[in-house]
């Protein structure tokens, strides 16, 4: 299969591996809590992550399990 199911867990750990990896053009933040209490990540990649560039597109990956 070309996807797996990643559990809580190992998606939290997935993402920090990438933000790690690539600090220069990722940056992960929690937007909360799922009804179930598990944070919700939210993974930007950017040229400049953090930035806000207006007329600027970035790809926000928001990941709720």
């Keep these: 299969?070309?996807?797996?199911?990643?559990?809580?867990?190992e998606l939290t750990?997935?993402?920090?591996s990438y933000t790690e990896?690539?600090?220069?053009i990722t940056r992960l933040?929690?937007?909360g809590k799922s009804v179930e209490g598990r944070d919700?990540?939210?993974l930007e990649i950017s040229d400049n992550?953090?930035?806000h560039?207006?007329?600027?597109?970035?790809l926000l990956l928001?990941?709720?399990?």
Aim: no cysteine; glycine share 6%.
């Design 1 to 9: 299969s070309l996807f797996e199911h990643l559990k809580h867990h």
């Design 13 to 16: 750990t997935t993402l920090q």
């Design 40 to 42: 919700l990540w939210v």
């Design 21 to 24: 990896n690539y600090p220069q």
């Design 49 to 51: 992550p953090g930035v």
């Design 29 to 31: 933040y929690n937007i």
């Design 62 to 65: 928001v990941f709720k399990i």
């Design 53 to 58: 560039e207006p007329g600027k597109a970035i």
